[in-house]
Structures are given as structure tokens and as C-alpha cells.
């Protein structure tokens, strides 16, 4: 939710993942800033805030900011821990980083749930291509797919198939420490790939000569969300043009955001 602060009321409930907090605007200021609580407990202070415009929210105490009011209760929920799992985050950001042989991966499909791939990208840590080829799927693209990445049938109608590119994508990323954001999705997207033009064995052996890592629950705990509902941070959009390349560019862009973290003194 982005509320509008000016029309928010002076003491209101908000159920934020199914659970209930309280806001209520000091008697002493005439800003529409909230103190937050959980029940009888104290999260912080919210203070309405405005950047060209756009109606927003800092935590008391960080200066940090979000756009939605939801967002923001959920940083005020965070746990005590966060700044060690961030640290920790940081920490295995730069590992990945420093690894010479890291190419970040990106698959556009032809949906969510069973998908093939229509489009494979790999870059290093640089961001130069190691691998980029339009896919034919042997099946069709759906529009909501269609919509996201713009990859119609028409484009990949005369576009090689998964098999005819297997030996230079094996040539790409075999010997490999490979990151991408949602593993489950795009490995899951190659190994079907893979048992359709050879077998589940022959899969197994051909993803095993990678060395995989998911960047999707790292970045969710890097911007520190908590969903209590879930009993853990929030995923987060990665955003991107979802072009696979620029896709790939786009997460050791957010590799590099974590990896800057300075962990705090002591921890």
C-alpha cells in the first residue's frame, strides 16, 4: 500500500501481513508522522517524507526510506539480527565477486509453470557475454510471457533450438560458478531442456558441472523486509528490462549493492 500521509487518520489500524499494527500521530507535531505499534510493543517512528514528489516514508532513527507504508512497518519489524545476516550477505556477495569464474545467468521463457526457454544469456562478473542466443521453444509462448520480455513467435520462429546450442551454452558455463536470480525457475527451465533433448541423467551430470547459487533470498534478506505472515524476509522484485542479458548485468549490479556493505563494528 502507498497512502497519501495528508489523508491518513490520526490513530488507525492496518493489518500488514496479517498482522495488525497501530498508528498514531503524535499530539505535538502537525506533520503526518506515526509512532507504530505491535500490540502494546513499540516498532518506531515513521515520518511522511517526500523526494520530487512522490509521497514516501523514513524510519525513525535510520533515515531509511520507502515508498510504501506497508514496506516501511515491515522494516520496523525486521529482527535484531538483521544487521549480522546483511553483514553476512555482504560477505558471501564479495566471495561470489571475487571468483574469476563467475558468469551470472538469465533465462526468458514461454511462462511460468512448466516453461521452455525462448531466450539464454550468461555474462562474467564483468558483465561481457559469455552466451546469448534467442531459443525456439517447440511450443507456444504465452501472451502474459509475451507481455514481460516482448519475445514473440515470430522472433524465435527461425531461431536455433535448445539441442542445436547445447555444445557452445556447455562450452559457456561448464567448470563455472553461476549465480542467477529465482535458481529454482531457471535451472528447473534447463533441466527440462536438457531431459527433453537427452534424460534426466544425462541432465544431472550436465548441471552438476556447475557450481549454482541463488541471489533471490540473499537479496531479500540484504533489503529486510519481514513478513510475519511468512515468518521471513519478503522476496523482492529484481527489476531489469528483462532482456536476458541486461537481466544478467542487472544482478552483479545488485551483487555489487551487497557486496559494499560494511559489516559493524563487532559483529
Request: charged content about 25%; hydrophobic content about 40%.
Amino acid at each position: 500500500m502507498t497512502a497519501d500521509p495528508a489523508l491518513l487518520d490520526d490513530l488507525f489500524t492496518q493489518e500488514i501481513d496479517g498482522r495488525a499494527a497501530q498508528f498514531v500521530r503524535p499530539a505535538d507535531t502537525d506533520r503526518h508522522d506515526f509512532a507504530v505499534y505491535d500490540g502494546d510493543a513499540f516498532l518506531g517512528m515513521l515520518y511522511s517524507d517526500q523526494v520530487l514528489g512522490t509521497a514516501g516514508w523514513r524510519l525513525g532513527g535510520s533515515g531509511e526510506r520507502h515508498g510504501a507504508l506497508d514496506d516501511a512497518v515491515r522494516a520496523l519489524r525486521r529482527p535484531r539480527s538483521w544487521p549480522r545476516e546483511r553483514a553476512q550477505v555482504a560477505d558471501w556477495a564479495r566471495r561470489l565477486l571475487a571468483d574469476d569464474s563467475l558468469a551470472a545467468v538469465d533465462i526468458e521463457t514461454t511462462g511460468l509453470n512448466g516453461a521452455w526457454a525462448v531466450q539464454i544469456a550468461a555474462t562474467d562478473k564483468s558483465g561481457t557475454v559469455l552466451f546469448d542466443s534467442y531459443v525456439n521453444p517447440q511450443a507456444e509462448i504465452e501472451p502474459g510471457a509475451i507481455a514481460v520480455h516482448k519475445i514473440t513467435p515470430e522472433r524465435v520462429a527461425d531461431a536455433p533450438t535448445f539441442g542445436e546450442l547445447l555444445p557452445a551454452l556447455s562450452e559457456a558455463l561448464h567448470g563455472r560458478t553461476c549465480v542467477a536470480y529465482n535458481l529454482p525457475f531457471d535451472k528447473g527451465c534447463l533441466e527440462r531442456e536438457l531431459e527433453r533433448h537427452s534424460s534426466a541423467e544425462v541432465a544431472a551430470r550436465w548441471l552438476g558441472e556447475c557450481r549454482w547459487h541463488d541471489a533471490m533470498e540473499p537479496y531479500a534478506v540484504w533489503k529486510g523486509l519481514w513478513s510475519v505472515k511468512r515468518g521471513r524476509y519478503r522476496s523482492q522484485r529484481l527489476g531489469g528490462p528483462h532482456t536476458a542479458v541486461e537481466d544478467c548485468r542487472f544482478l552483479l549490479a545488485r551483487m555489487q549493492e551487497m557486496a559494499s556493505f560494511d559489516r559493524p563494528v563487532g559483529s
